[in-house]
């Protein structure tokens, strides 16, 4: 049986800062293949922290503690900054929640794409790869965007090409934050589509590739990904399948669920989330 893509197990990780220091993760482990999975909490549940954990991009003052951390067969708290970089966009990619802050707004689109082509690469082998990725994410007109600056392109068309950028590589993991939150449902339904499209065997990389999706919309987590993991105060509460997700068992899922509009409540108000102190140990 063939290794799972991330198994990460006892990781914690704390911010120093007067008077003392914030943990952010706390003991925090989960396994995934090549499956859609999602991650799912309210803002600062620690959901973020942990993707750029995996990514080794914690800022100044974090500090990190884990039993293990592997990626496939590489342990990633081992391996040096030039290796992780080179690991990075190549092996595990990594989408931002804010996708044209994360362009450079003076480099036209191709040439940021074909950052992720192997070096060495020919001109006219390059121009024709990115031409063909840019139709793969369903760009219209890709000759026009491949010269295009950021500024002349829509939210939504930079988001295209940036996912364009991540998947240039073929990586085996990628990692969206908050893919659809700045998007209107027709839209969100597209990169959906397209992101399923984008991960199957054969679609990028042979394999296929698993996507861990970060998003504080349960509603969505559960009718796109496979399993979601839902997260609270830092801990990973609770794991199932998505399928599943209304027989779940602990109350901070419970309170997530009940807070999403339904039919069935219209001319009544939305249940808020009223904390307790149990909803830090998880479902087991």
Known sequence: MSPPLLNISGLTIAYSGAPGSALALDHVSLKMGREKLGLIGQSGSGKSTLARAVLRL??????????AMNFMDTDLMALDAPSMRRLRGRKIAFIPQDCRAALNPVMRIGRQIAE???????????KARILDMLHLVRLDDPERILNA???????GMCQRAVIAMMVMGAPDLLIAD????????????????????????????????????????????AGFCDRVMVMYGGRIVETLAAAKIEDCHHPYTKGLLDCLPRFS?????????NPQPDWMEPVI
Do not use: C, W
């Open 58 to 67: 914690l800022p100044q003052g974090a500090s990190l503690k884990a039993e």
């Open 116 to 126: 992720g082509l192997p070096k060495g690469t020919g001109k006219a082998e390059a």
């Open 149 to 155: 600056y950021p500024h002349e392109l829509s939210g």
């Open 178 to 221: 908050e893919p659809t939150s700045a998007l209107d449902l027709t839209v969100r339904r597209h990169v959906l589509d397209l992101f399923d499209e984008l991960i199957k065997p054969g679609g990028v990389n042979k394999d296929g590739m698993g996507l861990l999706i970060i998003s504080h919309d349960l509603d969505l987590v």
């Open 265 to 273: 409540n219209a001319g009544r108000m939305l249940a808020t989330l």
